[in-house]
């Protein structure tokens, strides 16, 4: 045995090791890992044997919780009878195709086809490609530049954090990349003007989204990214009438409009997509997270005839689509995947959503008042509160107390895990958590949010 393995902790064992993502790899140095060694229901347990309500669902992703089941067992049967296989060169497998025929049945408009690849961020850099290639298939070259807007979150691949709106997804990695524009946060609290209502806000947001288009040249604009309700950048609600004003200037200037469902989809804000909810009418569609619950890592892009037909011509010119993951539609993601789909449909989780949503909201709600929220936002399953240092004013906390950090570490010491953005506290439980579960993860949470105020003094 490697002697750097004997008699020493999983989390002695892991600073030596492991390289671990959106962590201050100093700081990780001296405080360790939190070990997590199983998981049931909405709880995951440590190596202590102490329980965490999930709050986040892992990263917004397990959506049926720990422990199901018939997850496992499709996995498994999977497993045993075609382990791998790819879908390179004409080559397919029945989960693949059952998954794309369901996906196609279940989104919310008319779309052609389906890749499926590993992550959202694979499944949105799968987008920026295919975004390029129509151009030149379509004999438009230089229609190629890509809006995103400030706040975004849409991966951490170098185009995908190009079109990632968070400084620290770019600062020190010499991002962004060239061609990426950059379109307001529809942030209604933060960046709109005294006095602006919601639907002034977004129509001036239309309209300064029209100006970028017209300044760059229509020409050279191919596509806007767009979350539903922006997760990473603090679960933002888009205002009212923002997407119908959005999509009238997309559609004036033949601009692509991706949305990004990764977070979104599968029941999160209410309907199955946020383009539902929010009556988005997209050209492609990125899937991933509750695509398999978490259980097995998988994505999928969804795109409409309107982007496949000229890749599909400029494929056959030249000879090759070229372009692909060894583990896109990996046959036992897949199947984990169908069965997730399967679980919505027959346990109605969209009716579980509306049983239980109005219990996260409205329990949220009751922190409007404490004196570190300024606001609360959210839809459905997933909500934030934004802590400010003074609620009339909206004047956010120095970053250097980390106030958000403070709170989520006080509220992992009350046994529920959260996550923080700056100083937003996201919420995004598994859809299956009922309504007691809430009541609980909300008052573990409003214990933690009172010992930071007093810390603060």
């Given at each position: ?153 849409h991966g951490v691949t170098v185009a995908t954090a190009s079109l990632t709106g968070l400084v620290n ?289």
């Open positions: 045995m490697d002697p750097r393995h004997s008699n020493r902790t999983t989390a002695e064992r892991d600073v030596d090791s492991v390289l671990h993502p959106y962590t201050n790899l100093i700081r990780h140095r001296e405080v360790g890992p939190l070990v997590i060694t199983h998981g049931k229901g909405v709880r995951v347990f440590d190596e202590q044997g102490h329980d965490y309500i999930e709050g986040l669902a892992g990263l917004w992703c397990t959506s049926l919780g720990w422990g199901e089941e018939r997850l496992v067992e499709a996995a498994s049967a999977q497993m045993r009878k075609l382990p791998f296989y790819h879908l390179f060169s004409h080559k397919t497998h029945d989960p693949a195709v059952e998954l794309c025929d369901r996906l196609l049945g279940l989104v919310p408009v008319p779309m052609s086809k389906v890749f499926l690849a590993g992550s959202g961020s694979e499944a949105n850099d799968t987008a920026i490609k295919l975004i390029h290639y129509r151009a030149n298939a379509m004999g438009q070259p230089n229609k190629k530049k890509i809006i995103a807007r400030d706040k975004a979150y997804n770019q600062r020190s990695f010499d991002l962004p990349i060239p061609g990426v524009l950059r379109a307001g946060c529809p942030h209604h609290y933060r960046f709109g003007h005294a006095g602006e209502s919601e639907e002034q806000f977004s129509t001036r947001l239309a309209e300064e989204l029209e100006a970028l288009i017209l300044a760059e040249g229509p020409d050279t604009v191919a596509a806007f990214f767009a979350e539903p309700v922006m997760g990473a950048g603090g679960v933002i609600v888009p205002p009212a009438g923002y997407f119908p004003k959005i999509q009238a200037v997309l559609d004036k200037y033949d601009v692509l409009l991706v949305a990004d469902e990764v977070i979104c989809g599968f029941g999160r804000t209410g309907r199955m997509f946020g383009t539902e909810t929010f009556g988005i009418r997209p050209d492609m569609m990125t899937l991933a997270k509750g695509l398999s619950s978490g259980y097995a890592p998988i994505s999928a892009l969804v795109v409409n005839e309107r982007v496949y037909g000229p890749v599909a011509e400029e494929s056959g010119r030249i000879g090759v689509f070229g372009h692909g993951y060894t583990y896109g539609g990996h046959p036992v993601s897949a199947a984990v995947a169908v069965e997730t789909l399967k679980i919505y449909e027959e346990r109605d989780i969209l009716a579980q959503v509306a049983t239980v949503a109005p219990v996260l909201q409205q329990g949220l709600a009751g922190f409007r008042d404490h004196p570190l929220v300024g606001e609360v936002r959210g839809i459905g399953l997933i909500g934030a509160a934004e802590l400010v240092a003074d609620k009339a004013a909206k004047t956010p906390f120095d970053p250097k107390l980390a106030v958000g950090a403070m709170v989520v570490a006080k509220a992992q010491g009350h046994g529920v895990i959260l996550r923080a953005m700056g100083d937003t506290i996201a919420f995004s439980p598994p859809l299956v958590i009922s309504a007691g579960e809430i009541g609980e993860l909300l008052e573990r949470f409003g214990r933690a949010l009172d010992e930071a105020q007093g810390a603060l003094g």
